[in-house]
């Protein structure tokens, strides 16, 4: 691996979260990383449960209580315990009522501030108006809202009353909305009549009319009014967002509900025909993200965390469990590149936010445009950095250490499955270029080769071989659980496989080089696109780029086609740079990886998160209609697939 960019301090393990709870719960592995992560996963009962005592989550349960059954899936956790994961988050777990514990910056209207205090009160007011409208456990509320504070409570009102939550970000187009919604039938709408994003106004009344329209399981709508000069009547025969949150002496109470009771409903890419709706429950996300985001991240009262984020990607949900750890929670609504790509950068200073994460391509953005953050803004409040939605590559984190500072790094990989990092960071631990520096504790993931064979040092498919809480508690509607089972335990039986391809080194750091669905397999040679991205995209030529393998059916080599987005707005690359992109390709990759074709587009096809469609773009060039190939309500850009579905009628005629 690459020596450390940043180096834990001597004291580490008498200074953090992490290093206080191995001495009450496994003394023996302070200062040892690898024996605690090693217990974590030998023996999941005790360790969870430690987490649980820890952070005093609930009653104390026996560890004989914690799991039960022996096989994946079909395992329970902390079986006939009751939570709600509202109670914990605004039990203020270290923060007083008086401290800030919401920020809010926007786009749209001026940033606020709330209270813990606040916090709980709005959350009160919002929980009884809607049980005026009739929600109550069980039921689905639908949120059609950015990443704003009113958001936030609604949420926590949502789980306190043991209801269901689903978040679509208002840029989501109509389709996919329905997508999602439909599958899970919500009784009641939460949405905004527009946002401003950068300098532009964009209203979603009519795509709010449309969503109406068709999901008939709606008994009312609520109404925030949030984009600038938006008509009164933009979303008509909703209530109010004053109504909602109207005065009341209803106090603020927290429903019972067992420890995997469905708390939110995420939602797959949806890239590859309707998104899985997936269930996650109150107790498991409760246990995780309050050890994510205490241990690993080392956050707790004091601390303001910041991760930008919409509503439509798990981050958002993370990102709101700081205030597990008594973390303040820092919200920014708007295009982050408007006017420039130092607006986050300067929020992050004007917050005095301490822990600042990003999407792995902005951050590549940010180094790409020669931003110099640390130079042009205060960002002495910063103790860490956060990185995920895609690998990171080493330019990234060189970047990242010559113009923010030399801090840890939290290079995470998970995702929307597990709704939060399996692999990341540890404060105890360096930060190595162009890795991951850890598997988390309580994660037992392994590189296997196709006969589930474990491998060290070798490239394998990522797999999770012992049970973690935050687990789905299955898929909505999937009621004898075989969709779930064929997703993750079909390739593996009893084994969770999640469609990365990873190399875990002998000192623990790991790297993820891509999907093990875009691989690129040439003549027995594989490589993760990661590989590719991290050369290609380090050429001044190129801005982003693609890279696509057409297996030949008859054994043969295939053939190869890399698309790139040429830098500065050209509409083409030229002939000495094409060259010298298969040379570099050539040299540091392997001769077997040198691309038939280097073609340019405008853009590169990415999904409202972030993440590049290379299975949905190979599976139209093979010949998969696009409509079934890719949701075109789940991409940033639905014309960015154009170039693609043109080459791919070429190639047919």
Known sequence: MTSALWQPPADAWDTTRLGDFARRHRPEAVGN???????????????????????ELGPDVPVDRVLAGDTMPGMRWFDGVKVNYAERALAGNGLADDDVAIICGSQSRDGCTLTLAQLRDQVRRAA??????????????????PN????????????????????CAPEFGVRAVLDRWSQVEPTVLLTVDGYRYGAKDISVAEAVADIRAELTSLSATVRLSYLPGAPTDA????????????PTDDELTFEPVPFDHPLYILYSSGTTGLPKPIVHGHGGILLEHTKQIALHMNLGPG??????????????????????????????????????????????????????????????????AGLRPAADHDLSAVTGIGSTGAPLAPAGFDWLAAEVGLLPVANISGGTDVCSGFLGSAPVLPTISGALSCRQLGWDIQAFDPAGNPLQGQEGELVITTPAPSMPVGFWGDDDGARYTDTYFATYPGVWHHGDWITIAADGTCVISGRSDATLNRGGVRLGTADFYAIVEADTAVDDSL?????????????????????????????????????????????????DRIEAVAAVPRTLSGKKLEVPVKRILQGVAPEVAASSGSLADPTALDPFIAIAADRKA
């Open 235 to 246: 979303v008509p025969d909703a209530v109010g967002w004053d109504e909602l949150l109207a």
């Open 547 to 595: 890279v696509i393998h057409l297996e030949d059916p008859e054994g043969g080599m295939g053939e190869l086609l890399l698309f790139v987005v040429p830098a500065a707005g050209a509409a083409d690359i030229d002939d000495e740079a094409r060259t010298r992109l298969a040379s570099t390709i050539r040299s540091e990759l392997s001769p077997r990886h040198t691309p």
């Open 128 to 145: 009884a108006g809607m049980r005026r409208l009739g929600v109550g456990p069980g039921d689905r509320v639908a949120a059609f809202l």
């Open 33 to 55: 990383y690898a024996a605690l992560w090693q217990w974590s996963v030998d023996e999941p009962a005790a360790f969870w449960r430690a987490v649980w005592t820890e952070f």
């Open 303 to 368: 601390d303001r965390l910041f991760w930008f984020s919409t509503t439509g990607w798990m981050m958002w949900n993370f990102v709101v469990s700081g205030l597990l750890a008594g973390s303040a929670v820092v919200l920014y609504d708007g295009n982050p590149g408007a006017p420039d790509l130092n607006t986050l950068w300067s929020f992050v200073a004007d917050t005095s936010s301490t822990f600042a994460g990003f999407s792995a391509p902005f951050i590549m953005a940010c180094r790409d």
């Open 148 to 167: 704003i504070d009113e958001t936030l409570v609604a949420f926590l009102a949502t789980a306190s009353i043991g209801a269901i939550w689903s978040s």
